[in-house]
């Protein structure tokens, strides 16, 4: 009888880790796919002639150009390590307490900032590229700006910048606050993609940039391909389907304008 439980507790084990695995990589694959796919976009709108010209503090626009496609990828790809092994396997939690969410926090604002500075100096060097009156890129530079801000005005006023992030993944007393429909979040349930991140279409306006514009456009694509494929799975495993799909009313994240 001994040898029977130890075999079922094995095989219970088993499928747990099985399970655990499959949730850690949950929609990772076609995450994969749609990333490969925009990256041969990206590579293809590349070879235009003029889209890769000038240089910017020694570096050329090319240098720039792909760090800043590159810094977007290493962004997303830290956000599904540190939020699929802290949702599954407390993995910051258990290891360093509550240092788990601020290493997670230190290294998601690190590469922010490189997103924005490699896309700004992409813009610099390869200003004036595009053939557009400035006067009207600068107008739809400020149209553009205005939701943008008032975007994280509303995070930081109504919704706070640790939920935004994620903390619920690190903290289950979160799980339960009320949802906001406040500031940018009476008007949509995903603010922060849907507003927030037309900040990284400013520089390209600016300078008048072919390329900073074909980064942006990449950069804006690829943050919905993270909600699709790691956000809105975690926010199904945390909240339920109904409550993530907004089906009952916004709680969380997702619901709420997440800016990951």
Not at 209 to 223: D, Q
Request: positive net charge.
């Amino acid at each position: 009888m001994r040898v029977g439980r130890e075999r079922a507790v094995s095989s219970r084990s088993r499928k747990s880790g099985s399970l655990s695995r499959d949730s850690i990589y949950e929609k990772q694959g076609l995450h994969l796919l749609l990333l490969l796919a925009l990256l041969a976009l990206v590579g293809w709108i590349s070879r235009s002639e003029g889209l890769l010209g000038g240089s910017c503090l020694g570096v050329s626009t090319a240098t720039w150009f792909w760090l800043s496609i590159l810094f977007p990828v290493l962004h997303q790809v830290w956000v599904w390590t540190c939020w699929r092994m802290e949702l599954h396997h407390q993995w910051l939690s258990r290891s360093l307490g509550t240092s788990g969410f601020k290493l997670y926090s230190v290294g998601f604002a690190l590469l922010s900032f490189a997103r924005l500075y490699t896309l700004t100096a992409t813009a610099v060097a390869n200003q004036h590229s595009l053939d557009v009156d400035q006067g009207l890129l600068n107008v739809l530079a400020l149209l553009l700006a205005i939701p943008t801000f008032y975007t994280f005005y509303s995070v930081g006023r109504y919704f706070s910048y640790k939920r935004a992030l994620g903390i619920d993944h690190f903290d289950p007393s979160y799980r339960t606050k009320p949802f906001v429909r406040q500031g940018i979040f009476r008007f949509t349930r995903n603010g922060m993609y849907t507003f927030g991140l037309m900040i990284v279409w400013l520089p390209g306006l600016i300078w008048a940039s072919k390329a900073a514009l074909v980064s942006a456009a990449f950069s804006h694509l690829y943050i919905w391909v993270h909600y699709f494929c790691t956000e809105l799975p975690d926010m199904r495993r945390i909240y339920g389907a109904a409550r993530a799909d907004g089906e009952t009313g916004p709680v969380g994240a997702a619901e709420q304008g997440d800016p990951r």
